[in-house]
């Protein structure tokens, strides 16, 4: 019977998250049909491992959130052994390949995928396009009209204006990217057993964001774990700071001159400083000149934890190192705020508009 209820909560999840189903399908299809290419020769295999482990992470949480155990305990099992890669005193491009080529990621994907089947059929789930322009075609338009636009120059404001049409074609509205996370808050509330506000999402529900943004936002799933795991407390311990047993998780976006504003707020235990030091000074970091935003900004370092145990959740301290790499690739920057027993701020500020 609860096999059955896991079924049925996966297929419920994949028929409402539709697009992060397939996005999701494909990516892990295309990078473990042939592991090898997950691996550039150029890059160190220190650069190499960090890569795969946020690509393996990012997975494992967009394939929890749809309840694909079967993928998840295999990407977990990756996972593990990566890091393990990365403690090693030697390591090598080749040590990873092996790593790759040695777990059938694909088999337990496979596995979710009959599953999936078997209630919504064959047709749903092997229907990997769900425009109705092949993206494709769409990908290499906009690339021609770029070129114009490069040719004639931001002075000719009838290119401009196409080439902004057809970027807001494939654009998404942010909103229903973001609507995923309140169910996954809501979820992973209940599994930690905590108590929380169902989620808000504050902003204008007509903005859109590039497709570029997509893998940026899918990185968001590790602050919203954290905020879960490491923010919001147990009902116990918050009426125990004069707090309402349930915790709220807000997020607001604004586009402000052509920049995202992308807020994500909680009202927790906030970052715990101290602890944030120690871990620092085991590095050898010399901490006693850094301010507030100096200090904070180690939080997106590689491997950087402030919480002792590792659970399927957190505690490896990849989460915020792949939120920023995709916050880089975007040409953004993020503040954080925090305050004890008063929870935690994340201010994402990314230029909205892709560059020709």
Same mark, same amino acid.
């Given at each position: 019977?609860?096999?059955?209820?896991?079924?049925?909560?996966?297929?419920?999840?994949?028929?409402?998250?539709?697009?992060?189903?397939?996005?999701?399908?494909?990516?892990? %299809?295309?990078?473990?049909?042939?592991?090898?290419?997950?691996?550039?020769?150029?890059?160190?295999?220190?650069?190499?491992?960090?890569?795969?482990?946020?690509?393996?992470?990012?997975?494992?949480?967009?394939?929890?959130?749809?309840?694909?155990?079967?993928?998840? =305990?295999?990407?977990?099992?990756?996972?593990?052994?990566?890091?393990?890669?990365?403690? %090693?005193?030697?390591?090598?491009?080749?040590?990873?390949?092996?790593?790759?080529?040695?777990?059938?990621?694909?088999?337990?994907?496979?596995?979710?995928?009959?599953?999936?089947? %078997?209630?919504?059929?064959?047709?749903?789930?092997?229907?990997?396009?769900?425009? =109705?322009?092949?993206?494709?075609?769409?990908?290499?338009?906009?690339?021609?009209?770029?070129?114009?636009?490069?040719?004639?120059?931001?002075?000719?404001?009838?290119?401009? %204006?196409?080439?902004?049409?057809?970027?807001?074609?494939?654009?998404?509205?942010?909103?229903?990217?973001?609507?995923?996370? &309140?169910?996954?808050?809501?979820?992973?509330?209940?599994?930690?057993?905590?108590?929380?506000?169902?989620?808000?999402?504050? +902003?204008?529900?007509?903005?859109?964001?590039? =497709?570029?943004? =997509?893998?940026?936002?899918?990185?968001?799933?590790?602050?919203?774990?954290?905020?879960?795991?490491?923010?919001?407390?147990?009902?116990?311990?918050?009426?125990?700071?004069?707090?309402?047993?349930?915790?709220?998780?807000?997020?607001?976006?604004?586009?402000?001159? +052509?920049?995202?504003?992308?807020?994500?707020?909680?009202?927790?235990?906030?970052?715990?400083?101290?602890?944030? &030091?120690?871990?620092?000074?085991?590095?050898?970091?010399?901490?006693?000149?850094?301010?507030?935003?100096?200090?904070?900004?180690?939080?997106?370092?590689?491997?950087?934890?402030?919480?002792?145990?590792?659970?399927?959740?957190?505690?490896?301290?990849?989460?915020?190192?792949?939120?920023?790499?995709?916050?880089?690739?975007?040409?953004?920057?993020?503040?954080?705020?925090?305050?004890?027993?008063?929870?935690?701020?994340?201010?994402?500020?990314?230029?909205?508009?892709?560059?020709?």
């Amino acid at each position: 019977i609860e096999q059955e209820q896991e079924r049925l909560k996966m297929v419920v999840a994949v028929v409402s998250e539709r697009d992060t189903f397939f996005e999701a399908k494909a990516e892990c %299809a295309s990078r473990f049909d042939a592991p090898q290419t997950m691996i550039d020769p150029l890059r160190t295999p220190l650069s190499n491992l960090s890569e795969c482990y946020r690509t393996v992470h990012t997975l494992k949480g967009t394939f929890a959130q749809l309840y694909m155990t079967q993928s998840v =305990k295999a990407l977990h099992e990756m996972e593990g052994d990566i890091s393990d890669l990365l403690l %090693a005193q030697q390591n090598s491009n080749e040590a990873l390949i092996e790593l790759l080529k040695t777990h059938n990621i694909l088999h337990a994907l496979s596995s979710d995928l009959d599953a999936i089947r %078997a209630i919504l059929g064959t047709e749903f789930v092997d229907s990997d396009r769900f425009v =109705k322009i092949d993206a494709t075609q769409m990908a290499a338009l906009e690339t021609k009209i770029a070129h114009l636009y490069q040719s004639h120059g931001p002075s000719d404001p009838e290119c401009a %204006a196409l080439l902004s049409f057809v970027q807001d074609l494939s654009s998404q509205k942010l909103v229903l990217l973001l609507k995923p996370y &309140i169910s996954l808050c809501a979820d992973l509330a209940k599994k930690l057993r905590k108590e929380l506000y169902p989620m808000q999402l504050i +902003g204008d529900t007509e903005l859109s964001v590039p =497709k570029s943004f =997509k893998p940026f936002i899918k990185s968001l799933i590790h602050l919203f774990r954290n905020s879960l795991d490491h923010g919001i407390e147990l009902p116990e311990i918050r009426l125990a700071h004069n707090k309402e047993e349930s915790g709220t998780i807000i997020c607001n976006f604004k586009e402000d001159h +052509g920049m995202l504003h992308l807020i994500i707020s909680d009202d927790g235990a906030g970052i715990d400083r101290d602890t944030l &030091i120690a871990k620092l000074h085991e590095r050898g970091v010399a901490t006693q000149a850094l301010d507030e935003a100096a200090l904070y900004a180690y939080l997106f370092d590689d491997r950087l934890s402030t919480k002792s145990e590792i659970s399927e959740l957190s505690g490896r301290g990849m989460g915020l190192s792949a939120v920023y790499a995709q916050l880089q690739k975007l040409g953004g920057n993020v503040h954080v705020s925090t305050c004890n027993n008063g929870g935690t701020t994340f201010e994402f500020i990314i230029p909205l508009k892709e560059q020709a």
